[in-house]
């Protein structure tokens, strides 16, 4: 009888024993969709419980996953093909998805930023994350116009294509961000490409307090100027916030220019450069970091709110109403129970130290988890990928 | 011959609803057997007008009792006959669920039922400088509803995207009869995403919250004619490769432009083998900039002519002949077909040759109307069907089409959908397995196949018991009353 690594061997796919003492007992390196499958397949035959990774910048986020016997690592999944005269790029899961903000002889650029800096393009679809132009462009989910993904059975489908422009069938791609490795390896993404804009300017302004900060984040984001994001950075209670603003494409001086104009007497500058904080997240590495969804109207009163918990760093993009948090571990009991039962915020702990997150659902309350629930047992009905990881068993 | 499977329901229809919002009379129900696609006719069993969310769950849960299908049906202005009822089945027309709920401009956003007109959203804010950024050309009638079921599009998603880029969140009836609420605030799998642009396959929209847009600084319009459309096809691309995004980039080829003539007079400029309209909004002083680049495209690209619109009646008159263009064909030929594929716009020149050969081997003409800039082509198929064989030569052409759309990697459909339409058309396009793993959405959603049965997939097929839920046998099993085969 041959043992599940001999047959993981097998495959062709190289394959090692994990470091002694680490969760996955097995970590492969596949190169192709098809090694992906031929993986997927073994995993399925032996029983074994896969949990996809690219570059690990965000392998700690949700919940640890309840078995993990294979490390399916993405590093090796690295062609690109770019299109220059369709704006669209075909990429393996495995690329830096900063490999994808520049293009050689072609200005143009995938539009999306990546506030993890090293992320891969498997790794920012499987957590839906996005940087400070999501006001703009919207986010990875916006941007994708294809994918191929590899079930836990070793069935290769994909879905969407090569245009922009598509309503053929039910888009996978979707249902793909945000999954967070639980219903298929993503190993292929096809792009939008927007062209780069050639002048960039950052207005940044500084209210003297959290009261004005609701009124002035709503001026910038009506702005005809047409800022690509309003951002926002609060290093907590005691300090008073400054919000950034992009301005990108043609005559970007003259329209910076007018958004200084809706400052309301605050404080305003005109810069080339981004502020230092732009598209970082919060907090230390190892520590907590949440992420917020609120009404964008209602992102100053939460923030005064929140203060009485005590000291919470709060970064992010105020125009779309998502925002990241990085409480110290002893306020985020507190934290938590002030924004979703207080305010009526969605919280999601995506990182937490083990001791600080206990008793609490990184989660918290998701309306269509049992919908979510449904698609989960049909894509993966042994509960093999990533199993636990996300809400409710997921 | 009436349905008695219907009876019950229909019954529970009456309570539920009340007469008034229940049809059956056979002649009443024939306003409803089909809708923009007009080739495809049935008769609905029954017609139900819900006017709340509640209503719309309380009849699926009838239906979903009785295993009866249903269908949902907006304004009836869909052209891949998404919304073609079954004579087996509940028609449920949500034109009586219009009211905008809620316009929340700080945050951007307005809450409406899904009968709301696509319009009437942007005529609710226009005032306050925003407006809903999809515009299918059908935006005076089409339904907020419809839009999501369809992911429509329209001239400008180009630069502002289709319905999936602007709700916010959904409020659906699951085929099981259950209220839930699909938003983008929720964490895990984008089912919102997944749910809009499937076509009623997964449920009856009753809630949208859409975003609202920001009006643009300023807006230009121009109109360009070339002696042929590889000319305007060229110019397309200089635009696009010099860096600009424009709002809409359309053009007409001579057919298009001899029909929107003899339709509306829409008086573009005479002897021209193409035409191409560029719309660019933004802030002035970028869309300054642009237009002089455009401008300088088009000429160098062999423009022989240029129109500039700098106010909405004259932007009216150059849209006229496009947006007039698919009924317009009306006036050239007894019938046509309005075919909708999308290449990568690179592509274009090679299959619009390809399209003219094709044409000429068949003999059928084919106008040619698209939106350049994501090379979405509206091909019209004309014909006369009093013709013995024309109809079937011209069904030949079009799907030709199709097929040179799927071989030069584009799509079957750009924002028409695929319905009942160009569901034979899937396999083209997509592999069994993709096929395939579609279905498990599908069947995680609607594991009995009642909502919209026969649309989108090329074959129905069953879903099976839920795999990994370990369920018992079924009690009638149990107690020796069935057998399962």
């Given amino acids: 009888m041959e043992t599940p690594f001999e047959a993981l061997r097998g495959t062709g796919v190289p394959v090692e024993p994990a470091a002694p003492g680490d969760a996955p007992r097995w970590v492969a390196y596949p190169g192709t969709t098809a090694e992906v499958a031929a993986l997927m397949r073994v995993s399925a035959e032996h029983d074994l419980a896969v949990v996809p990774s690219g570059a690990g910048t965000k392998l700690a986020w949700g919940n640890p996953p309840e078995r993990c016997d294979l490390l399916l690592r993405t590093g090796r999944l690295t062609s690109l093909e770019h299109s220059p005269g369709d704006l669209v790029v075909r990429v393996s899961a495995g690329l830096p998805v900063g490999t994808l903000a520049s293009f050689p002889g072609v200005a143009q650029e995938l539009a999306l930023d990546d506030p993890l800096g090293a992320g891969t393009v498997g790794g920012t679809l499987a957590t839906a994350v996005a940087g400070p132009r999501r006001f703009r462009y919207g986010t990875a989910r916006d941007l994708l116009i294809g994918v191929t993904v590899v079930l836990a059975d070793g069935t290769v489908a994909t879905s969407g294509g090569r245009v922009v422009k598509n309503v053929a069938g039910y888009d996978l791609g979707k249902l793909l961000c945000g999954s967070y490795g639980t219903l298929g390896v993503v190993t292929e993404a096809v792009f939008r490409l927007h062209p780069v804009a050639p002048e960039r300017r950052w207005i940044t302004v500084e209210p003297d307090s959290l009261a004005a900060l609701d009124g002035l984040v709503a001026a910038l984001a009506a702005s005809q100027a047409e800022p690509s994001a309003v951002e926002v950075d609060w290093p907590g209670t005691g300090s008073a916030p400054v919000v ?19 400052a309301g007497g605050h404080p305003a500058r005109v810069r080339d450069e981004a502020p230092g904080w732009w598209n970082t997240l919060p907090g230390d590495p190892g520590g907590v970091l949440c992420e917020l969804r609120l009404p964008p109207a209602e992102v100053g009163r939460t ?14 993009s105020a125009a779309s109403g998502v925002l990241w948090a990085a409480p110290p571990p002893d306020v985020l009991p507190a934290f938590v129970s002030a924004v979703r039962d207080r305010l009526g915020g969605r919280l999601v702990v995506l990182a937490a130290p083990y001791d600080a997150i206990e008793g609490i659902d990184r989660w918290g309350p998701v309306g269509a988890l049992p919908l979510m629930r449904r698609v989960k047992e049909r894509f993966d009905p042994d509960r093999r990928l990533s199993p636990g990881r996300f809400a409710g068993g997921i | 011959m009436p349905d008695t499977a219907l009876d019950e329901p229909v019954r529970r229809f009456l309570e539920i609803l009340g007469p008034g919002s229940v049809i059956t009379d056979p002649v009443r129900l024939r306003t409803y057997e089909c809708d923009g696609l007009t080739h495809h006719r049935t008769s609905p069993g029954v017609v139900v007008l819900p006017e709340t969310a509640e209503q719309v769950a309380a009849i699926v849960r009838v239906c979903a009792r009785h295993g009866v299908p249903f269908v949902a049906r907006g304004a009836g202005t869909g052209l891949s006959g998404g919304a073609l009822p079954r004579t087996d089945g509940v028609l449920v027309v949500t034109s009586r669920m219009r009211r905008i709920l809620s316009i929340d401009l700080p945050n951007r956003l307005a809450v409406v039922e899904p009968g709301v007109t696509n319009l009437a959203i942007t005529e609710a804010v226009r005032e306050q400088g925003y407006y809903y950024a999809p515009d299918p050309s059908s935006q005076q009638v089409c339904s907020i509803g419809g839009n999501v079921a369809e992911n429509s599009g329209g001239a400008h998603c180009l630069k502002y995207g289709f319905t999936v880029n602007h709700v916010l969140a959904l409020e659906i009836v699951t085929p099981d009869g259950d209220l839930v609420e699909l938003s983008h605030t929720d964490p895990g799998y984008d089912l919102l995403g997944a749910f809009v642009g499937s076509e009623g396959t997964l449920g009856i929209t009753t809630k949208v919250t859409v975003r609202l847009t920001r009006a643009p600084q300023a807006v230009t319009t121009l109109l360009a004619a070339f002696d042929d459309v ?6 397309v691309s200089a635009i696009i490769g010099g860096g600009i995004l424009p709002a809409a980039i359309e053009m007409m080829d001579a057919l298009a432009i001899e029909a929107a003539e003899a339709a509306v007079a829409c008086s573009y400029p005479e002897g021209a083998g193409a035409v191409l309209i560029v719309e660019l909004d933004g ?6 900039h642009q237009f002089a680049e455009v401008r300088r495209i088009c000429e160098e ?16 008159a150059v849209w006229k002949g496009r947006k007039s263009a698919f009924a317009a064909v009306g006036r050239i030929s ?15 020149p090679e299959v619009l040759a390809d399209i003219e050969r094709i044409s000429g081997e068949h003999g059928i003409r084919v106008a040619n109307v698209f939106h350049a800039g994501d090379g979405n082509l509206h091909p019209l198929v004309l014909f006369d069907d009093d013709e013995p064989g024309a109809a079937e030569r011209a069904e030949l052409v079009s799907g030709r089409i199709l097929d040179l759309c799927v071989e030069h990697g584009g799509s079957i ?8 339409d160009k569901s034979r058309y899937m396999t083209k396009m997509f592999s069994e397995d993709d096929l395939a793993t579609m279905q498990l959405v599908r069947c995680a959603f609607d594991p009995e196949g009642l909502s919209n049965p026969g649309k989108v997939f090329p074959t129905p097929r069953l879903c099976g018991e839920a795999p990994g839920v370990r369920r018992g046998a079924h009690p009638l099993v149990e107690s020796g009353q069935a057998e399962q085969f």
Wanted: charge should be negative; aromatic fraction near 2%; proline fraction near 7%.
């Fill in chain 1, 244 to 262: 950034a603003a992009l301005v990108e494409g043609t005559a970007a001086g003259e329209r910076a220019a007018a958004v200084r104009e809706l």
């Fill in chain 1, 303 to 316: 923030l005064r709110e929140v203060t009485a918990c005590g000291p919470v760093r709060v970064r992010g």
């Fill in chain 2, 230 to 235: 590889e000319s305007g096809g060229r110019a």
């Fill in chain 2, 283 to 288: 802030p002035s002083p970028e869309v300054a």
């Fill in chain 2, 301 to 316: 690209n062999g423009a022989f002519e240029l129109r500039v619109a700098a106010d909405p009646a004259e932007r009216a």
């Fill in chain 2, 334 to 348: 007894p019938a046509y077909i309005v075919q909708d594929g999308v290449v990568p716009r690179t592509a274009l």
């Fill in chain 2, 413 to 420: 459909t750009g924002e028409h959908g695929v319905g009942i």
